[in-house]
């Protein structure tokens, strides 16, 4: 079976730090994937929030989630702070990806990379709709 790729990117542009919490363990005693990709949305928030964009105001549309590939390196546990770094690129007519490099704070540790596909939306008249020059701009810088 063929699995998922992701290479890390040399450098991200923001980071922020989230802290596991025991409602964030699965059955195993580890993060659960759909926590994980809960944490990668909170941290999208906060970066969109360091541009001063949200996820219906992104240069004037709208953002949905398109596609997301996770690969997951290590577990994380209760009480771990995790460092999740992002750098948007590839930016497309319509959208663009959001790139996720996940490590533990305490000791480095590999978490996961993750790829975020970002879709511009008019939650209005429910369409898919041009990217906006600004963000195009800002997308193409961090490649």
Known sequence: MSRVQITALSKYDFRVEITVRTTDLNYGGHLGNDRLLSLIHEARVAFLASHNWSELDCGGVGLILSDVAIVYRGEAFA???LVIEISAGEPTSCGFRLFHRI??????AKIALAETGMA???YGKRKIVALPDLVRQECSSTE
Request: glycine letters at 8%; a negative charge.
């Open 103 to 108: 490590t533990r704070k305490q000791d480095a």
């Open 120 to 122: 511009c939306f008019d």
């Open 79 to 81: 009480g771990d702070t």
